[in-house]
């Protein structure tokens, strides 16, 4: 399969986070939790030779399955997407009124045996239990192999003997033996429940039953890691061990702290152990959290003392979310790996060479709201504070279309531009209700608009400012601040930066972005 989108370069010129880095090596010389404060959950790790990597849940997003790499387990960076599409279907493609949100592709596995790479997902959006393998992680080519039935939140497995296999459920949790190459679960093979209500061990009053499999073996047992949820109580991780892969296992709690949980553990060259895993931090998202960790009685010992430490005795600078998030300036013909669409797009109407310097976005299709644009381009949103902004040139527009930048979720907000009677104007929408109001609006008389979104995270304020300027220095705040919230079933992803256009009237008008700037100050 082929990747359409160059590697991302770090800490470019000029941009932002070469300062920043300067006072974190003044001030930080062991790294923090969370180590990247960004949506990045339901992580799974892997260590070749002295190089770590890592995928995580994206869900409806394309490209997919991000592939991050690091060298000391807490600076990581950009390398790869396990795939282009997930699927071709009016879901993903935000059709008659389908979407994906919320679904997509969730908890993934990755995996090394035999010089060949391996991630594992599911999607009940395609229907199908996924599985990609490479032999360069970094570069593809990628492989996709598809069965059917849906394996949920899987865990892929290849014992000693030879045989493949995949750990998934939820409640119960269960194995089904893969055929040798992949293609589907063994007719013959082992199929059956490992480990029945997992989460019990945690509580028999439970709100979330165990899901979220990790699997390893450690000196000859078998550990499966899962998270559950007792009624009252946070997020748990619970692992269960035993000496055959199909047991019996036994149980017990292995971290109660703040709802860290779900990830993986993973040693390092040097014969440290640590675990891997995220937060629920409110509109943010879910952010990865490193713990240091210890066998004791053939059982993994989580964090010091039961707690996840805020600081790591990790003699290294924590440059934070710097190697998944970028500017850009769209001056190439691919886009770094930083991007993500919301849902497939359409590559017939975006271009970063028809005006060279610029990213189109040209309306192909009729649109209700930004929620169901296509060719929305994203990246993440980070804390504690993040400002995102962007010059948007208005020439190419036409009756009815709207262009602009969101910070998209659920309940998103929006500064941008509409045509309307062939007028332009600047205006604010806020679906902080769930249904889009326009707040304000303000004529516009020139084709160029510099558009900026705040973010604030700090102590879970969760709020987003909205800002434009007629010169690209002097900022006005436009509208009200919207009070971001993290959308549990619908969006089930931290807030997202984008840029959309959409036409209400008429197909083939367009919008020019200049570029895309990201900050880790905003305007108070």
Not at 40 to 46: L, N
Not at 180 to 204: F, R, T
Not at 416 to 436: C, D, H, L, Q, R
Not at 437 to 446: F, K
């Amino acid at each position: 399969m082929k990747t359409r989108y160059s590697v991302l370069i770090i800490l470019i010129a000029g941009f932002f986070w070469s300062s920043c880095s300067g006072k974190q090596q003044e001030q930080q010389q062991t790294a923090q939790n969370p180590v990247i404060h960004a949506d990045v959950p339901d992580i799974s790790i892997i260590r070749v030779d002295d190089t770590y990597y890592m995928s995580s849940t994206t869900m409806h997003m394309s490209p997919g399955v991000p592939i991050m790499k690091s060298k000391d387990l807490v600076n990581w960076e950009m390398v790869n997407y396990a795939y282009d599409t997930l699927a071709n279907n009016e879901a993903l493609r935000l059709e008659n009124g389908k979407s994906a949100y919320g679904k997509g592709s969730w908890a993934s596995s990755l995996r090394f045996q035999n010089d060949t790479f391996y991630v594992s997902t599911f999607s009940a959006t395609s229907g199908k239990t996924h599985i990609y393998k490479t032999r360069d992680i970094e570069n593809g080519p990628w492989e996709a192999i598809t069965f059917e039935p849906v394996l949920h939140d899987n865990s892929l497995f290849f014992d000693d003997d030879g045989k493949i296999y995949l750990i998934y459920g939820g409640g119960n949790i269960r194995i089904a033996e893969l055929k040798e190459d992949l293609s589907g679960v063994k007719p013959d093979g082992i199929n059956q429940v490992i480990v029945p209500d997992a989460g019990k061990v945690a509580s028999e009053n439970l709100m979330l039953h165990a899901e979220g499999s990790q699997i390893i073996k450690h000196n000859g047992k078998y550990y499966i890691f899962n998270i559950t949820w007792p009624q009252g109580g946070m997020r748990t991780v619970v692992v269960h061990r035993a000496d055959q892969i199909t047991g019996p296992y036994e149980g017990k709690v292995a971290l109660q702290d703040r709802g860290i949980a779900q990830g993986s553990i993973i040693d390092t060259p040097e014969g440290d152990w640590y675990a891997y895993m995220f937060r629920d931090y409110g509109s943010v998202g879910r952010m990865p959290y490193i713990m240091p960790m210890k066998w004791e009685n053939e059982w993994p010992v989580l964090g010091i003392d039961g707690k996840v430490p805020d600081t790591l005795d990790i003699a290294v600078q924590n440059i934070g979310v710097s190697g998944i998030v970028t500017s850009d300036d769209f001056d190439g013909n691919k886009l770094p790996l930083a991007w993500q669409w919301n849902h497939n797009p359409d590559d017939r109407y975006w271009s970063l060479t028809e005006r060279e310097g610029y990213l189109r976005l040209t309306n192909g299709r009729i649109d209700d709201n930004v929620e169901q644009t296509r060719n929305t381009l994203t990246q993440r949103t980070f804390g504690p504070v993040s400002s995102a902004s962007t010059l948007l040139e208005a020439q190419g527009m036409k009756d009815g279309d709207v262009a602009g930048l969101v910070a998209l979720q659920k309940r998103y907000g929006f500064v941008g531009v509409e045509m309307e009677n062939n007028s332009k104007s600047i205006f604010m929408v806020s679906a902080e209700t769930e249904k889009p109001v326009e707040l304000e609006t303000i004529p516009l008389e020139q084709d160029q608009i510099w558009l900026k979104i705040d973010c604030d995270y700090r102590n879970r304020t969760d709020k987003a400012w909205f800002y434009y300027s007629l010169n690209g220095n002097d900022w006005e705040k436009i509208g009200e601040p919207l009070q971001m919230a993290y959308s549990l079933p619908q969006h089930f992803m931290g807030y997202r930066f984008g840029l959309f256009s959409f036409a209400t009237k008429e197909t083939g008008g367009y919008v020019d972005f200049d570029y895309f700037k990201i900050s880790d100050e905003i305007t108070e």
